[in-house]
């Protein structure tokens, strides 16, 4: 049984073009990383450790081409591991699976592999497409040395297929146990934008063993291992899995582990029970109620201008109201202003050119750093605002309800 459902899951995702879409978007970037940093265009300052004698197709810069492109696919394993168990309760058919003669472990564990073997197929276009950079003819021939099979193939044991694992746990046990995409999606912007600030915090002119062992995504345990190769070495030496990279491996790894475990013992394969703020569950109040015959009103409907003008108020009010106090909004809220107080006190890095902590400059930096988390609170809070009836499964009333269509637009949309 686990076996066809995680064969069910991999070919449910090869049914969808958006698999086909993912394969070749990151196949064009593998490409165009490889040919950019190996100088087949002109002026470009993109290098992934390729200064100086360092080769373009050497282990050391595969390792960091491949798995820094596959890093921006973060976006992308959240949907396909929250889609793995979401699916089912989005289009209603878990009464089936909780019904059905299969076991917990066997559901779990066969959505989970399906959704890591279709993106294992997804980011296998990766290395193609750095293969394909390296060997196209407008690169520069001195930035080009000999090409070794195993350094396609290094970047995935040791950074992309544990990565994978990791990452991916954690958006299946996020979508299986909230039971909602949402959680998913805030949780890998987050992720995302938490790795950037660890790794602001914890650089360096040398990478340090705390600054490794707690770098999730292993880039900073490399750093560490390969910070004293010769040139030579790098252009030739396979990364080996030993020492702090070893370490960092394991450890991750394991959290992984223990998040499917997590996700597995919390889990049931019921609707979950719905309680009250005190925690008890809802009673069935079994008082009858006598009934009383009254003389029912006449409703006279009014479809004025200011009638609909007081409804896009109060809709307003009521959307402006739910967003504000979601917990991802505050969540999304409070990430990025610590990464804005973050960014902001980098002007005082000794890292960089001396410069005093002016107003306009703290202002430019803090901004610049707030951007991209209004950027996906705008894409959250949309989806949220839009999905919102159809979420609750009460679409078809609202479209049903005697108001202008315009007025349910613009309140979502103001």
Do not use: C
């Amino acid at each position: 049984m686990l076996r066809t459902i995680a064969s069910f899951e991999f070919r449910h995702r090869l049914r969808r073009i958006s698999t086909y879409v993912y394969f070749l978007v990151f196949l064009l970037l593998g490409i165009l990383f490889a040919a950019a940093s190996g100088g087949a265009i002109p002026n470009a300052t993109i290098e992934f450790g390729t200064g100086g004698k360092v080769f373009v197709n050497s282990p050391y810069a595969l390792n960091n081409i491949i798995s820094y492109v596959a890093f921006f696919g973060l976006v992308i394993t959240a949907a396909i591991a929250g889609q793995a168990t979401y699916q089912d309760t989005a289009s209603n058919s878990t009464s089936f699976f909780y019904t059905s003669p299969i076991t917990k472990f066997d559901y779990l564990a066969g959505r989970y592999l399906g959704a890591l073997a279709i993106q294992l197929l997804i980011f296998s276009s990766v290395g193609i497409g750095a293969w394909i950079g390296v060997h196209l003819p407008w690169l520069d021939p001195t930035r080009v040395g000999a090409n070794l099979t195993a350094a396609y193939f290094q970047p995935y044991f040791l950074l992309v297929i544990p990565n994978l694992i990791l990452t991916s746990a954690i958006f299946f046990g996020l979508a299986a146990l909230g039971r909602k995409m949402l959680p998913v999606y805030a949780g890998s912007v987050i992720l995302l934008i938490g790795y950037f600030v660890a790794a602001q915090l914890s650089s360096s002119l040398t990478a340090s063993v705390p600054a490794a062992l707690a770098d999730a995504l292993g880039g900073t345990a490399i750093d560490r291992l390969t910070q004293y190769w010769t040139p030579f070495e790098r252009n030739t030496r396979l990364i080996p899995l030993q020492g702090i990279l070893l370490l960092n491996r394991v450890l991750w790894l394991s959290i992984g582990f223990a998040v499917l475990a997590f996700t597995y013992w919390k889990f049931q394969l019921a609707y979950p029970i719905q309680a009250t703020r005190k925690g008890r569950a809802l009673e069935i109040s079994e008082e009858v109620i006598p009934l009383v015959a009254t003389t029912p009103q006449v409703v006279q409907p009014v479809f004025s201008k200011s009638a609909s003008l007081r409804q896009f108020l109060s809709l307003s009010k009521i959307q402006f109201t739910e967003t504000v106090k979601n917990v991802f909004f505050a969540v999304l809220m409070l990430a990025g202003w610590l990464f804005a107080v973050v960014t902001a006190n980098n002007i005082i890095s000794p890292f960089t050119v001396p410069t005093y902590p002016v107003t306009y400059s703290v202002l430019e930096l803090a901004t610049g750093g707030f951007f991209i988390f209004a950027f996906a609170i705008i894409i959250f809070v949309s989806g949220e605002l839009v999905w919102r009836e159809r979420d609750a499964q009460l679409n078809q009333i609202v479209d049903a309800l005697p108001v202008q269509h315009w007025v349910l637009f613009s309140s979502k949309l103001a």
